[in-house]
């Protein structure tokens, strides 16, 4: 018997076989690692985004969020009045030079507006450095190192404050901080729509009614107050001592102010009808004034119309006079009744006695005077000027009364009391401004044959010939504002009017009268009278 014993041959992969295997699982490998890495990516470029959104949200507010049907107004710009100089701003409560810290948040006692810093309007992560920054979804960060460095100032980002006046451009310098073809840039992330509000030419000219709670009467004099909307400035409310408000040019210039009023003496009785007169005042009656004499007291009775002049001759600098006016309810008529009996009454040259008209008394001593105030005609007066047409000019330019002369020789003519010019802003009254040489106009900008330039509101008509009507106008930043009545003169300057300026107290006066500004919301129109009371 034979055996035959057959041995099978195995056969193994090829080398060719095995480096096409090894080819495979190293492209599987990569494929998988380029998948990850576009995720990565994706990533950080979204949560750059989404900060872009917080840093916008940070400045002007979540505008989306109402209050009692209201947008809510919050976030940096409203709470300083400006939009931040740089992102550390919005994460500490110091300047963008590590030199000063920002104006506290807290509550201006005259006008109960708040104002001041009252962030940190961003949450940023501590680093090992143990700085607190606000980085892009890639970490990026910038110059330097240390406070006051380019790093500690924007975390990275990139700010342009340049582009367009009143808005901010940032930018993220993307994966490759080298190469700009990544990066993720938001123009215009905020612009001025989003945080300002402008009162137009109807808030030119406020009337303010006054009323007298006191128990004697009150004398406003000639240009002695001043309404005021008070809205933050550099965190701050301003008062007549901070160097923008120190001088009455820079007071008629502002924003923030009316020119001084009233345009003459008032006289505000008290709501109990009453004045006290003293030795050698006198009352002056224009038409509809006769005496009456006899028990229980003397009396002048009065028509509707009749304008009473008081004369204080008593005042502290010289003779003062008022004037008040019998109102549409002394019908048919009324009185004015004098508790004394130590006075002349005169008409003309003539003596005047019981059922004689008159029309000047002269007092000899000290006089309680009572009529119905019911009978007065409101005090309504006009604070002029409060918006204000305005236009800027171009460095180098120079103002000589009502003229203002440009670098390369053109100048401008104003019409009405003279203009002032503050930095590079020049405030005027009357509309009506003239240009010396023909121009042409591209959006708010005037170009003029001399090459001159000069920029005007954007909501300017048409030029008429070389004339154009300068629109009055005054921007703030939105949120809640209140109007008030401040003493333009005398020891109680730039605080609150309580129907003196010069005693040196503040006594009981009325609330601020409240008024909200939203931004890309109506306007509020100028359309009642403002109240304010002595009290």
Known sequence: ??????????QGFTL????????????????????????????????????????????????????????????????MGRLPKCLRELLSRIDCFNTEPLPPWKQDVYSQVWAGWRGPYLMGNSELSGEVHFRDGYGNSGDGSGKGSDDWQNSGWNLDFTTTVGAITITSKGFNIADAIDDISVDNIVNTADYQVTLGADWQNIDVTFTNEQATHIVIEQDELRLRLSSPSEGIILSYTNSEL????????????????????????SKYGTMEVENNDTLEFVSGATLTTGSPNDSVTLTSGTVITYTDSASASAS??????????????????????????????LTSNNGDPVDTL???????LTINNHYIAPAILSAKNFTKPAIILPIGSGLSTNTVSLPNGATITFTGTAPQLIDTTVFFQEPLITVSQAFIRTGNTITIASGDTFTIPSNTPAAVGNTLTIPASSTFSGGEKSFTIVCEVGVEQGKLFDGHCDDGTINNTDNPKSISLIPRSTLPVNNSVLTWAIQ
């Open 16 to 79: 060719l076989e095995i480096v096409l295997v090894l080819f495979l699982l190293a492209l599987m490998a990569s494929s998988t690692l380029f998948l990850t890495q576009g995720v990565e990516d994706q990533a950080k470029y979204d949560a750059t985004k989404q900060r872009l959104k917080m840093i916008r949200t940070a400045i002007i507010g979540d505008t989306s969020r109402t209050i009692n049907g209201r947008p809510e107004i919050s976030g940096f710009a409203a709470d």
């Open 246 to 269: 120190d001088t009455t040019a820079e007071r008629d210039s502002s924003a923030q102010l009316s020119n001084s009023f009233p345009s003459e003496n008032t006289l505000l009785l």
């Open 320 to 349: 003062v006079s008022s004037q008040f006016i019998i109102g549409s309810h002394c019908v048919p008529d009324c009185k004015l009744t004098i508790q004394a009996s130590s006075y002349t009454a005169e008409n003309g040259s």
């Open 1 to 10: 018997m034979s055996i035959k014993l057959s041995l099978s041959r195995q």
């Open 362 to 368: 002269t007092f000899s001593g000290t006089t309680t």
